[in-house]
């Protein structure tokens, strides 16, 4: 299926980035019953492409999401990063981003997207330039020397995606990243992403519950239902890029919205 | 006028009135002597004060010692563990109602009435506020921090050291302040009960033969003593914690200073 020739012996480049999830499942065991947060869920998402995820609160995307970060195991089925499992958190295949609250408040900004490699003890030249980069593209530089609580809410999600991608993983993923953040403010951030998504050419998932964002942002959007958690949608949506903020009014962009709401109200 | 030089003026003020309302004989000297009248009786004894100074600090630094160090690794360890948390806390807590000076004739019935009892005493009366606010700090750690940390690969130990650590850091500090305060407190409350040498132990002489100024020397001796303290935790607060503003462990730290958590005694 794939050229082979240029193929390293541990990282077929071809598959890096490649994210495939089959027949999964996650039961939380309580004392009194068990309950089933997902349901044999099965996807398949193509190196480079801007997924979203959306469902009803308690749809089991944030669970999906943290077992693409091997942050928690499936009880059944199998996730593939770039053709090989997550058994446990791996920077180098994988970057997370999380809500405003993760970066660490005693940590200048630059110190915080430095974390993870400091965590593997890459020097600190190379550590400062790479983190030097990675302020930079996403529009911080010159702010490394601050402290979280002196940067706004959306310059916080930005040191926290220059730290998701200071690794340069090909995958990132994003659990509600912007959910914080305020109207404009969250705009502008969507418009931000998509244009460190198209420079660096990661395979994105992104978890919301604003379906307008979804729609916005996507190339697919994955609709789940709630308890058991489901697939039970998955769009393409074709609008071209860049994405602009006239096509938010537009025909086609209303009924995609349509299309999830349709499905999300029948869940919930 | 600003709020600090508001704060110089009615400091001034009280000391003046001090000076003033012994002298011209509205308070009696017996109640209250002048300022004058104590600085000058802690002079004339200037030698048996320092030696009371010199065994209440010897108490006061190894209470605080055990306090302090015990009262961080017992609160780490029952913060960041559910079951010791369950075992100990509901004890702990319920003990921190108890007027622990109670127990001070015990002590000196098992250690004399030396140094030992003191430190023994003094260091349980600020081990538990200690242990209380370490657990506390350990136990509001924005879960999502270790989150993070786990997601780019952190072990056990580096998410001890480079995240639970320094996130605990202010209410373990906060902690030490009632800690070390109340340290100050049982030891020259336990000088003051029975023993033979340390301030409280002059302050009580002297009140016995009704010898006002001296009394006070030794009160002021007490009050220096605090106020140095309460400089150097500031000290180390100000190094240690310049990022605090707006987490979750200062505002934890925020309730424990406020007076949630303040001591029997």
Redesign the interface.
Known sequence: MQPLANVTPLKPPARAGAIEVKNVGQVFRTKSQDVVALDDVSLEIKPGRFVVLVGPSGCGKSTLLMMM???RQQTSGTITISGAPIP????DR?G?V??E??L????TAEDNVE??L???GVPKAERRAKAQDALKLVGLEGFGKR???ELSGGMKQRVSIA?GLVQDPPVLLMDEPFAALDEQTRMTMGDELLRIWAATGKTVVFVTHSLTEAVYLADEVIVMSARPGRIVDHLQVQLPRPRTYEMLSGDAFGALRDRIWRHIRKSA | MSAKKLRYLIVIGLIALWELLPRTGLIPELFLPSLSATLMAGWTEAAEYGHALAVTLYEVVFSMAFACGGGILLGAIVGSLPRPRILIMPMVSSLYAVPLVILYPVFTVWLGIGSESKIAFASIYGFLPTMLATAAGIQTIDPQLLLAARSMGATLSQRLVRVIIPAAIPTVLSGLRVGGALVIVGVVVSEMLISSAGIGYLISRYRTILDSPHVFAGVLLVLFLAIAFNAAIRWIERKAAIWQTGTRAAQANDEITSGAMQPAT
Not at chain 1, 88 to 91: L, N, R, S, T, V
Not at chain 1, 104 to 107: A, N, Q, R, S
């Open positions: 970060a091997g942050l446990q958190p791996d920077p994988v997370v999380f809500q609250a993760s660490f408040p005693w940590l974390f993870p400091a965590l593997r402290h979280p609580h730290r």
